[in-house]
Structures are given as C-alpha cells and as structure tokens.
T-cell receptor, first 111, second 114 residues
C-alpha cells in the first residue's frame, strides 16, 4: 500500500538536543496526524492538525501542517530518554480518503 | 481519554486454527479499523467498519473476516491461521463527524502462528 515519505529514517542524539522530522506526500491531505510507537505497543496519538499552516504544540512537541498541504513537520525540544521510539506521520484525504502512514523515524536518545 | 483495548497482548496459535482477536473502545466511536504491522511494510488496513453490522474491505482482506455486532466491539477472525499471518495486529477507532479521520489505536496483539 501507499506510504508517505518520512525523514530522517533514524536519529541518534544526546539528551537535551532538539529534534526535527518531516513527512511529505505527492497528494494533498486534509488532516495530518503524528503518532509515537514504543516497542511492542500500539501507536499513541501525539498531535492532530486539521488546517493548512496550523501550528500546534503538545508539551515539548510542536507540529505544523504545511501550507501546500503536502507536508508536515514535527519538532521535539530538549529531548529526554523517554522520547525514544518510532514516530509516524499519517495523512488523511487525497485520492483514497483513507489514513496513509509514513515510513517512520526511529529516535534514540543517549542520556 | 480515548481507550481502545485488545483482548490479548500475545497469542500463539497453530496452523489451521480459527483465531479471534477482540477490540473494544469506550468512546462511542462510529468507526473501527483492523491493521497489521510488519517490518518494512508499515501499517496495512485489513478491514474497517463505519457502523454496527457494516464492514468494508481494506487493502489486504484475504484470509480474514470481521464482525461488529455492537458499536463498541470489533472482532477480527482468522478462519484458518497460516504462518504468513504472524504479525502485530492493531485495532483503531475514530469518531464520526468532522474528526472521523483521527484514529486512536489499541496496544496491539502480537500473533505468532506455528
């Protein structure tokens, strides 16, 4: 099935560093979602974006819905060890009107 | 907080067995979904349901069936389990109306078929 392009694929950082990741699509989406998944668990919804240009925060996390509606960005400030996991973007709308998932970004944080 | 629960976290079954995976959500959501997640393939939609007793095929429905007798419960059935159905199975739900696209996931069931 279709997957969104998500980058970077993986990141290995020191505790306290800021993190940025993004997701791009060839289709226009009406909604962008960001999830975090820890090993052996289901994805947990972090941030939902419903409007082009929207910037939304959830604690140390900030996400933006790109103006073109074809991309989204997630930033994590002052990372901590419990931020470790795989971060997925998901877009809704486009040709299929289904939720399409990104390929995931693996984040590792060194204490 | 939305709560989606799945009946088992880990399950081991034998080839040919009939397998039931149960999912329950407590937020009165209209929509429910079953996905499987495999390394390198991401999340793939198996079946979904927009209402009680209604079901729609997703991208990979072969070898699976579903049942939604009550709004809060969505079951995935493997009629005759095979080794290639070893996977992580994820249930999700979303509300109707303007936020129908926002899906909330359960903790997953890791199924191994021997």
């Amino acid at each position: 099935g279709q997957q969104l392009n998500q980058s970077p694929q993986s990141m290995f950082i020191q505790e306290g560093e800021d993190v940025s990741m993004n997701c791009t699509s060839s289709s226009i989406f009406n909604t962008w979602l960001w999830y975090k998944q820890e090993p052996g668990e289901g994805p947990v919804l972090l941030i939902a974006l419903y409007k082009a240009g929207e910037l939304t925060s959830n604690g140390r996390l900030t996400a933006q819905f790109g103006i073109t509606r074809k991309d989204s960005f997630l930033n994590i400030s002052a990372s901590i060890p419990s931020d470790v996991g795989i971060y997925f973007c998901a877009g809704y709308g486009g040709a299929t009107n289904k939720l399409i998932f990104g390929t995931g970004t693996l984040l590792a944080v060194q204490p | 907080d939305v709560k989606v629960t799945q009946s088992s976290r880990y399950l081991v079954k034998r080839t040919g067995e009939k397998v039931f995976l149960e999912c329950v959500q407590d937020m009165d959501h209209e929509n429910m979904f079953w996905y499987r997640q495999d390394p390198g393939l991401g999340l793939r939609l198996i079946y979904f349901s927009y209402d009680v007793k209604m079901k729609e095929k997703g991208d990979i429905p072969e070898g699976y069936s579903v049942s939604r007798e009550k709004k809060e419960r969505f079951s995935l059935i493997l009629e005759s389990a095979s080794t290639n159905q070893t996977s992580m199975y994820l249930c999700a739900s979303s509300p109707g109306g303007p936020r129908t696209d926002t899906q909330y996931f359960g903790p997953g069931t890791r199924l191994t078929v021997l």
